[in-house]
């Protein structure tokens, strides 16, 4: 008796196993933000946010909504451009802007506190990653990295790209890069994971580097979902960077990250550990969370952190300098808004790192006008936040 | 409850989203359209088999295609010149203009067996989570129910075969598992919806 039992339980496991494969060879993959979405919130109307196609005209800017501490004041610095996210500053003071889905860069230029917008690339593939060096401006899209050189001598006549590397995936889903030089003078850039959820190929999900010549290509960090914002630390020299975390696993988890990269070659948990302490119900099977680099710091469920900066000024008062600040631009995967805010983070050595809000207000309620995404500190000491949705700049100062 | 409330709350935010940055200028709009009527019809409704008929069509998808179309993004005989000329105004304006349009059906061919099999399909591949249930399109997601039968079938073979420009490469990879008679079934099927606004 037991041992039919034990027997049709065999057969039925079998039939139900070959059902479940069946099934799921005739499904094809839904979108990539959909995919990972379990059964149970099939009907959810939570959807990403829409970029909208033209920049927001300055008089439909609330500027004055945007909530700073105590003699700090923020001001509309340049609008008009289309998608504005990354920020680099060429040599001779011109600021180099990266879009998105718009496809463009954009050079701005301040002519006697009016700040003129260029377009010198367009029809670019997701062209997120801008960073300057030596009179060159590098730009990085999906799959490639070019550069401009002289290009500040050039802007209203743009040299045509050259390219500096190629050998990178072509997949569209978290495709888009942030890029930076680091310390040691190479190119920083991240490889996401192309999906939701996903075990990423071995050349995906990390964080990556190579020198501006092309050559020397090496990773630095695996198990990186997607990580568009990161910073060296004005001291250390350590490399801190933001990742966003997964989505449909839940209204309050996981927590997006701000993590530290001390050794070479680490790997920060994706796809098998979210958050430093929650194994993924598929891939976390035969894991444990302690396989890899805690957070530094839980910066929220589905907040979007992308920018990172260190701040290295003097206009601030003294405590801001080494904060780094956290650009927020806002969750889509939860049914109240959290995010579209720069936060700010003091590291205390020996204690817990202090997260707190230092810009909000492109939230109201439950509508939003505007998502900052990453910063750029001004040589006087001021700080830019560019606002990817409205199109804008915004110039934070301070007045003892 | 709470979940209720929240979800209504999403729902009203989703709709304030849709609101154009500068209220566009629908009589602009008009106006700015007449060098595109004569393929794409006076409404938007195009006649032409091959030219999609844009009344309709959400703000954001047709604003987003003319950019691409000037960027070169995009790339057609026709559209690529005209695009050229127009500025971001003009854009807002004319996608206000055919976003208020009533969509009217193209003649398609119907083989009901293609049209079954076409809507298999379509539930298969997770069509309706971005063009909606009744692929009326919403946001930058194109309205696809009733759209001419050729244009469909060259714009969805192009992104199987990765030239068809894609804003965020979704339908590209929506297209690679599909089989050429998939294609052809899936037209069938998206070509026959009746376009009631």
Sequence with gaps: ?400 | MRSLAGVSIVLAALVTIVTPARAADLEAGKRKAEPCAACHGADGNAMIPGTPSLAGQPVYFTHWQLIKFRDGRRKDPQMSPFAKSLTDTDMADLAAYYAAQRPLPRPAPTDPAKVAEGKRLANLHHCASCHRPDLSGQQQVPRLAGQDYDYLLRLLSGFKAKTASDLDGTMTMAAQPLREEEIVALVHYIASLGSQP
């Design chain 1, 1 to 400: 008796m037991r041992r039919m039992t034990l027997t049709s339980l065999t057969v039925a496991f079998t039939v139900v196993s070959l059902l479940v494969a069946l099934a799921w060879a005739q499904q094809a993959a839904p979108p990539s933000w959909k995919q990972g979405q379990p059964p149970s919130m099939a009907d959810s109307t939570l959807a990403p946010i829409p970029q909208p196609p033209a920049p927001k005209a300055p008089g439909e800017i609330p500027v004055d909504k945007i909530r700073v501490p105590p003699g700090f004041k923020a001001e509309l610095w340049a609008s008009g451009i289309n998608n504005a996210r990354a920020m680099t500053w060429g040599d001779k003071g011109t600021l180099f802007v990266s879009s998105r889905v718009a496809g463009n860069v954009y050079a701005v230029v301040d002519k006697g506190g009016q700040r003129e917008v260029k377009v010198i690339a367009s029809g670019l593939n997701l062209p997120n990653g801008v960073a300057f060096k030596d009179g060159t401006l590098y730009i990085a899209e999906v799959s490639k990295i070019s550069k401009m050189p002289g290009i500040e001598d050039k802007l209203d006549s743009p040299p045509a790209m050259e390219l500096v590397y190629d050998t990178l995936p072509k997949d569209l889903p978290h495709g888009w890069k942030f890029l930076a030089f680091g310390p040691d003078g190479k190119l920083y850039f991240n490889i996401g994971a192309p999906c939701n959820i996903c075990m990423p190929p071995d050349t995906h999900a990390n964080l990556s580097r190579v020198n501006p010549d092309g050559t020397g290509f090496e990773y630095v960090a695996h198990g990186v979902r997607n990580s568009v914002g990161f910073d060296w630390h004005p001291v250390t020299k350590q490399l801190y960077f933001a990742t966003h975390a997964r989505d449909w696993l839940g209204e309050n988890e996981p927590s997006d990250k701000f993590d530290v990269v001390t050794r070479k070659g680490q790997h920060f948990g994706f796809p098998y550990c979210h958050q430093g302490d929650i194994l993924d119900p598929e891939f976390g099977k035969g894991h444990s969370c302690k396989e890899f680099v805690p957070p530094l710091i839980k910066t929220g469920p589905h907040v979007a952190g992308n920018g990172v900066e260190f701040y290295t000024g003097s206009m601030f008062p003294p405590e801001y300098k080494n904060r780094a600040f956290l650009a927020q631009r806002g969750s889509w995967n939860r049914s109240e808004k959290v995010g579209f805010r720069v936060m700010m983070v003091t590291l205390r050595p020996g204690a817990a790192p202090k997260y707190e809000i230092f810009a909000q207000g492109w939230l109201q309620g439950q509508e939003i006008w505007g998502r900052p995404v990453y910063t750029k500190q001004m040589k006087d000491g001021s700080l830019l936040i560019a606002d990817d949705y409205a199109g804008a700049i915004y110039r934070i100062s301070y007045q003892r």
